[in-house]
């Protein structure tokens, strides 16, 4: 069940070369649920009762109930479509943390100068459109579901024929908002209506990050909430935009966008975190370090003498011994640099479209496939054309001997570039003209997704996105276990009336 509330007072007024307008409002939203389950094994054909299965049948059920409130608060001033202003004040409110943290506020600025508005440049035909901008903000982040700052208990055990609880969640009053501060500059020109140009920096810090954090096994709990460290980001952001062609019959637009972001961890003193999935990939949290930077045993490749695996050890000498080897940093799961393409053709009635993305200089985990010759690799993919078999003593090989082959192993051997180039979409379309088509409209088209992807990493798909299904902490990222998706055609038929 859910509800919400939004309630908004707007108001504007006009004096001369002044504008001014604004808005005052108030949010409210609550969410809760109760659930409960039923599970049992062995059901006699026909029969869909639990009082029926082999074995016990196990009963079981949940409730939550989150809320937040809002008050918001905006004023804009324009003076002369040339200078803007813009400020705005919000306090939240939310059910997440304790009464003591539960609220914070959140203001934010910003200005801009419509350079090409000022009589100097208002009737020059070359540059269309100038302005200058700036903007100071804060935002919050709580999304960690509900009541993680209590006590919570199981009521899944019994005691002297009483029902009895054991807890499940360690508490934390001191659980508060996660915020950014966050800084942009920035400028965006036009020319001759051709060319335009939206160039953006930022300089982002987010602080008492909310960490999902491991806990040492001995006092009873595995992890806990926690608001630890902060990170800076920071970086620039380019949108370029280009019609070479424009008559009555042919237009041609290009559209590209490119970003850069770089950021590192500050405030956790001597505190370091690490995290890892079932299987033991392993990520580090530390001063000075990336987000999502992999921390894993340094792999030094097939020996050519004996086709075996090697490792640096703590000395960085070469080792066969596994649990000898050295852990090191080796790069990040996030993306630096990342962006799109798209082109748009029009003659006449006819469209083609064409969108395409690209990302580069992130670390993957992904090459622990079949080929490795492992005893036991599970859902792993085919070999690549760069692996090669160590045959005979000399040979230079990515694969060793399966008689020395782990069962399996996590090291930097395993580690690939996730650069990738995608062509998303291509889409031809055909309008009837209006002589044809008098009382209605009729356009044909087809399309189609996920055409082509150009990438050095070998597996099913080289996009993956970063799991954060335990916050900060819970980041892996690995390609074996996942499908390619799909290529899609589609045709289509729109009518108007």
């Not at 608001?227 to 008559?247: I, K, R």
């Not at 990336?290 to 075996?308: H, N, V």
């Amino acid at each position: 069940y859910g509800g919400i509330t939004t309630n908004m007072f707007k108001a504007d007024h006009t004096f001369g070369k002044h504008a001014l307008s604004g808005l005052l409002g108030y949010e409210a939203q609550m969410s809760w649920g109760d659930n409960i389950y039923g599970a049992g094994k062995g059901l006699p054909y026909g029969l869909y009762v639990l009082s029926v299965t082999s074995a016990t049948p196990v009963v079981g059920g949940a409730t939550y109930q989150t809320g937040m409130q809002s008050l918001i608060s905006q004023v804009n001033y324009n003076y002369d479509s040339r200078f803007f202003l813009t400020a705005s004040y919000r306090v939240d409110q939310s059910s997440t943390f304790n009464s003591a943290n539960r609220t914070a506020a959140f203001p934010s600025a910003s200005a801009s100068w419509m350079i090409s508005n000022e009589k100097f440049l208002k009737n020059n035909k070359a540059i269309t459109n100038l302005k200058l901008k700036a903007s100071w903000g804060k935002t919050g982040m709580k999304d960690i579901g509900a009541s993680k700052y209590l006590e919570a208990f199981a009521y899944s055990t019994q005691y002297n024929n009483y029902s009895s609880a054991v807890p499940t969640q360690m508490s934390n009053p001191n659980l508060k908002w996660e915020q950014t501060t966050q800084t942009n500059a920035g400028f965006e020109i036009g020319l001759f209506n051709r060319v335009s140009l939206d160039l953006n920096y930022y300089y982002n810090i987010t602080k008492d990050l909310l960490v999902f954090r491991d806990l040492s096994p001995s006092g009873g709990f595995s992890a806990q909430w926690q608001n630890l460290g902060s990170v800076v980001n920071t970086g620039f952001e380019a949108a370029l935009s280009v019609t070479p062609v424009q008559t009555k019959d042919f237009t041609w637009n290009i559209d590209f966008s490119i970003a850069y972001n770089k950021n590192w961890l500050f405030d956790f003193g001597d505190t370091e975190i690490y995290s890892s999935d079932y299987s033991g990939v392993t990520q580090v949290y530390k001063n000075g370090y990336e987000l999502y930077t992999w921390y894993l045993k340094e792999y030094a490749g097939i020996d050519p003498a004996t086709g075996r695996e090697q490792f640096y050890d703590n000395n960085g000498d070469l080792t066969y011994d596994y649990a000898s080897a050295r852990y090191i940093t080796a790069g990040s799961a996030l993306t630096p640099w990342e962006g799109g393409l798209a082109t748009y053709v029009n003659y006449k009635n006819f469209k083609l479209n064409a969108t395409a993305n690209y990302v580069s200089g992130n670390m993957l985990y992904g090459r622990r496939r079949a080929s490795t010759l492992a005893t036991f690799v599970g859902n792993s993919i085919l070999p690549s054309n760069e692996d090669v078999i160590w045959r005979q003593p000399g040979d230079v090989a990515t694969i060793g001997l399966p008689a020395y082959a782990a069962a399996e192993t996590n090291h930097t051997g395993n580690l690939v570039r996730g650069d990738y180039f995608k062509l998303r979409n291509v889409t031809l379309s055909y309008t009837f003209p209006k002589n044809i088509m008098k009382k209605c409209g009729l356009t044909l088209s087809l399309s189609c997704d996920n055409v082509f992807t150009a990438t050095t990493v070998w597996g099913a798909d080289p996009e993956v996105s970063i799991n954060m299904s335990e916050g900060l902490a819970g980041c892996v990222q690995d390609l074996d276990y996942r499908y390619p998706n799909k290529r899609l055609y589609v045709f289509q038929v729109n009518f108007t009336f």
